[in-house]
């Protein structure tokens, strides 16, 4: 089994940084999804798709899947760039428009 183990990033609900502090360690799908004919809902025979585990870090996630023979792949946050900005920039005469 696959597994993916990442950081997850903000949504687009979000202004702070809740819920993005800890790593999750998810497997990777091995059924296909399959829609349901009579009422359009979404099912798979993948038990192992519901599974999300949550680490306080990196290490602690990449040891889980050591311990059990998991085969991982890492993806490192994106770290976000923050510009200095001047809510007096907004009523400067020579401004760009």
Do not use: C
């Amino acid at each position: 089994m696959d597994v993916r183990i990442y950081r997850p990033a903000k949504t687009a609900m979000q202004s702070g940084l809740g819920n993005t502090k800890k790593w999750v360690l998810e497997f990777d799908p091995t059924a296909p999804e399959v829609i349901d004919p009579l009422m359009g809902w979404t099912g798979s025979a993948d038990t192992q798709g519901q599974v999300r585990l949550h680490f306080a870090s990196r290490d602690e996630a990449v040891a889980y899947a050591d311990k059990r023979g998991l085969a991982y792949r890492v993806f490192e946050p994106k770290e976000a760039r923050l510009r200095p900005k001047s809510y007096a920039d907004n009523f400067r005469y020579d401004r760009p428009t």
